[in-house]
RNA sequence: GCUGGAGUAGCUCAGUCGGUAGAGCAGCCGCCUCGUAAGCGGCAGGUCAGGGGUUCAAGUCCCCUCUCCAGCUCCA
């Protein structure tokens, strides 16, 4: 047999196994937990003490610290999790466990919930087991085989019974495929422990170097609300203690972002018990930031050409019966009130709004597209349990806008769309998109076939036109049509999604849309839904956390501060102050009764961008010492020089020349 | 909605075995008059989430409800 690396190629006896090709190849290191085996057929990932096949294979080592090299480790400690649970809880069922993003989790069907001081003891228990260099070992069953081996484990029997030969059990000519199994086996000899799974994994326990049990959570079984709720473990691993301690480290910091907790301290926001859960308040300051977001926004419509219209927050019921979203998400909205023999409702989506905005009179082909606009506030009756903060609230505002346009116009304005998002990103210091997928229709939908394949299409050959990749979430989609879902990163590396587009064939029909046509016919409109933001709420949440709630000057509530050394000076503090609101930026006094040092450390703790120390000095040249936050000082600037600075950087910072954050060590303060 | 955890002053938290509620910060008052991250002193602040129960006695033990958190499911 040959094993091929690169440019290199070796002749290995029969039986060699994949270490000792990786050996031979100059590539076998300590940190390569398996291989990438393509025999012909693509990649597969094998472990490195199975035998290699007949015949010429290419071998790419997979090394510890990589995507694949972390979900081997993460599954095998799986497995060893897996094993410690059952030692000290003999009746457990096992079901799945997986890697996901960051670490793993295993499933469990016990007799009562997981404490935290049974984590600690599974906890301890891995760790023996990592100690007793169990190793892994692979072996080949048939289902039958198989089936009897997990006799007592109904999950570990659904999930063989459910398996469907692989294409490689068919192309070696197999109707039924091969099941897996991994026995830990003890140093003697003796088998520890033995699982159904794919693999590959570690040669031995002792190769995992890192770990850490994190939570437990209840997890419907295969993910289906009707299935019974098992005990989930979650946990992580690392090709390092160190990766596990800067693992560890994020998530604190992420902890410490919350926006709920940064809102609380900065002043922006107000959640109280009394208002009701997922419903908040914007306490001045968080106002100040929203109004830069909707002025922006409102500004962006209309010079794209977006025409604003108002629309009330209730309604009567009969437009989400026309709508179809009575009977799709009725359970999601708030019950109905009666009121003069009619029941109206709290509007959970804008579009009938809109729809009634282009019904108000007929409507010419000439007008189109014709994009109606407006930041309308919406009520969703969310299940208690997905409330969270403004990221999930019951009452959240969408910059939402409804396009009516022909077919033919569909893929330019949902280019137009993109583009939108993509500006919207950057002046708000998010980059650029990270994510970009289309979903396609779900199983609970409506629409014809054709309808749903064109629409697609139009997103997809739109999602191309942008010039970004893009994925395709099969079956994500809304009930009445496709849609292009753009996310974005924030800066510790959290994925969010935000703007969502949507091409809809189905409103048109059910409101009955129509334009006179060039042949005085009527036709059909096509409709693009459309929210960049996303959610004001959420966006503004993510912003926050983004920015640990250290705003760009151009979004800060408060902008500048103006603190003098002593009363004597709190006139001049004032006049500085006047100057600055002239030129339109929010600036505040603080002649607190406090020590000049107090009062700088509120300016930083509150996380105002500026802050102007004025003195005698200060004064008599009619100049001011800046201070920026997370920045440097400078001394001695001239009141006007600085004001017009600072009107530069917020206009630069609207139009997205700035990233977010770039105004804590902006470069031009000096030392 | 489901599983688990939690709820004490505006915020962060302490409160032992069931014995009658405490700190720091913030707030208010006074002193201090200050040149770049906390000056000093005092005062006030509580239906211990809400309701019910056990007990001579409940923040503490039991039950119910509400809310929040971590997940699951869901997200037009």
């Not at 189109?368 to 606009?373: D, K």
Request: hydrophobic content about 40%; proline content about 5%.
């Amino acid at each position: 047999m040959q094993a091929r690396h690169g440019d290199a190629t070796v002749e290995l006896d029969a039986g060699a196994t994949v270490r000792e090709a990786l050996g031979r190849l100059g590539v076998m290191r300590a940190d390569v937990v398996a291989a990438a085996v393509d025999r012909g057929a693509g990649d597969e990932q094998w472990d490195l003490d199975r035998a290699l096949p007949d015949g010429a294979v290419v071998l790419d080592p997979i090394r510890a610290a990589t995507p694949e090299g972390r979900d081997i480790l993460r599954h095998s400690t799986a497995h060893v999790m897996a094993q410690a649970v059952t030692d000290l809880f003999p009746d457990a069922k096992w079901a799945i466990g997986p890697p996901v993003e960051d670490g793993f989790y295993y499933d469990f069907d016990v007799e009562r919930p997981f404490t935290p001081e049974d984590l600690e003891a599974i906890e301890a228990r891995m760790r023996e087991l990592l100690a007793a260099k169990q190793r892994f070992v692979r072996a080949e069953l048939t289902r039958d085989e198989a089936l009897a081996l997990f006799a007592d484990q109904p999950y570990k029997r659904e999930v063989i019974e459910r398996v469907e030969p692989s294409e490689v059990d068919v192309a070696e000519g197999r109707d039924e495929p091969t099941f897996t199994v991994y026995r830990n086996v003890d140093p003697d000899g003796g088998e520890a422990w033995v699982d159904l799974c794919r693999g590959p994994h570690l040669g031995s326990t002792d190769r995992i170097p890192a770990f850490r049990l994190l939570r437990t959570a209840g997890a419907y079984w295969r993910g289906q609300e009707d299935r019974p709720m098992l005990q989930r473990i979650y946990g992580t691993a690392w090709e390092s203690q160190q990766a596990l301690d800067d693992h560890l480290r994020m998530l604190e910091e992420a902890r410490a972002r919350d926006h709920r907790r940064l809102g609380r301290d900065l002043e922006l926001l107000h959640m109280p018990e009394e208002l009701g859960p997922g419903l908040a308040l914007f306490l001045p300051k968080g106002a100040h930031v929203r109004r830069q977001m909707e002025d922006w926004i409102r500004e962006e419509t209309l010079a794209r050409g977006y025409e604003p219209v108002y629309t009330p927050h209730v309604a009567k019921e009969d437009l989400w019966r026309i709508s179809g979203h009575l009977e799709n998400y009725g359970d999601l909205m708030f019950p109905g009130m009666e009121v003069e023999h009619a029941t109206y409702r709290l509007k959970p989506m804008n579009c009938p709004f809109h729809i009634l905005a282009y019904t108000s009179r007929t409507r010419s082909y000439r007008e189109l597209p014709l994009r109606i606009s407006e930041l309308g506030t919406v009520y969703r009756f969310e299940r208690s349990g997905v409330v969270n903060g403004l990221l999930r609230a019951r009452g959240f505002t969408q910059d939402d806008s409804h396009i009516f346009c022909r077919a033919d116009q569909v893929v330019d304005e949902v280019v137009g769309c993109i583009t939108f998002a993509r500006d919207l990103y950057r002046a708000f210091g998010l980059g650029e998109p990270s994510r970009v997928a289309v979903s396609t229709r779900p199983e609970k939908s409506i629409g014809t076939t054709e309808q749903w394949e064109r629409a697609e299409r139009a997103l997809m050959d739109a999602a191309a036109a942008s010039g970004y990749a893009y994925e395709v979430d099969e079956g994500e989609g809304a009930f009445y049509g496709p849609k292009i879902d753009i996310h974005a990163r924030d800066a510790i590396g959290r994925e969010w999604q935000l703007t969502t587009i949507q091409v809809d064939f189905n409103l048109p029909g059910r409101f009955d849309l129509s334009y006179i046509a060039e042949d005085g016919q009527k036709h059909e409109p096509f409709m693009v839904h459309r929210a960049l933001f996303g959610s004001i709420e959420r966006f503004f949440a993510v912003l926050l956390e983004s920015t640990n709630g250290a705003f760009p000057l151009w979004l800060a509530p408060e902008q500048v501060r103006v603190v003098p050394v002593a009363a004597d000076f709190a006139d001049y503090a004032r006049d500085v102050a006047e100057a600055a609101r002239g030129a339109g930026l929010r600036a505040h006094v603080d002649d607190a009764d406090d020590t000049l040092g107090a009062r700088i450390r509120s300016a930083q703790t509150e996380k105002v961008p500026v802050t102007l120390v004025v003195g005698g000095d200060e004064r008599t040249a009619g100049t001011v010492a800046v201070r920026r936050y997370g920045g440097g000082q400078r001394k001695d600037v001239p009141l006007a020089t600085l004001i017009d600075e600072l009107r530069t950087e917020v206009e630069d910072g609207r139009r997205g020349a700035l990233p977010v954050g770039a105004d804590a060590s902006d470069g031009s303060d000096g030392p």
